[in-house]
């Protein structure tokens, strides 16, 4: 699916833009924004080239990342990502970082869900899953707040800063996201 091209009153998730690399090294090229993602913060180079891929492989059959721009209304906040499970056809994993400016707006909330709409609404996915930090409950809250269900913890998950750090699970069935929102 190219173009994608998702609104709510506040926010639009729409493909990556050239001219996005600096608003997208903002969010991944500073310390708070990645302090709970599984990565260090990025060079600018590394977010432009970043940018260069996301938008290369946006344009593959069948396509199987969504690596989208975060705009509210016009200025870019942040990354949001839908990529396929190469082991279960109907599933995909989910992940968002926005600018610390746009914390504690809900902005994070509208994006999971807009996120699950392009999931199961355009893609007709069965399940989508995401992992986060223990220590971000900022992001427990955002996906829960978008309907989304502690599923459990992967233990060592992640190796960041020379240790290794838990995952807490969280995910929603195309079922429940359909309830949620009367369909």
Known sequence: MYPVLRRTDRLELRELRPADADAVFAVYGSELATAHLSFEPRTHDEVRDMVTRARTSAR???????????????????????????????????????????????????????LLALAFEDLALHRVWGA????????????????????????????????????????????????????
Not at 85 to 109: E, K, V
Not at 163 to 180: K, M, N, P, T, Y
């Open 132 to 183: 986060r930090a223990p220590a971000n409950e900022a992001s427990a809250r955002t996906m829960t707040r978008a309907g989304m269900t502690v599923e459990g913890r992967i233990r060592e998950h992640v190796h960041k800063r020379g240790a290794w750090r838990d995952s807490v699970v969280h995910a929603i069935l195309e079922r429940e996201w359909r309830g949620l929102n009367g369909r």
């Open 60 to 114: 593959t059959e069948p396509r199987t990342e969504y690596v989208l721009a975060v705009a509210a209304p016009t200025t870019l906040i942040g990354v949001a990502r839908l990529a396929s499970d190469p082991h279960q056809p109907r599933a995909a994993t989910l992940g968002f970082a926005l600018n610390p400016a746009s914390w504690h707006t809900g902005l994070g909330t509208e994006t999971v869900r807009l």
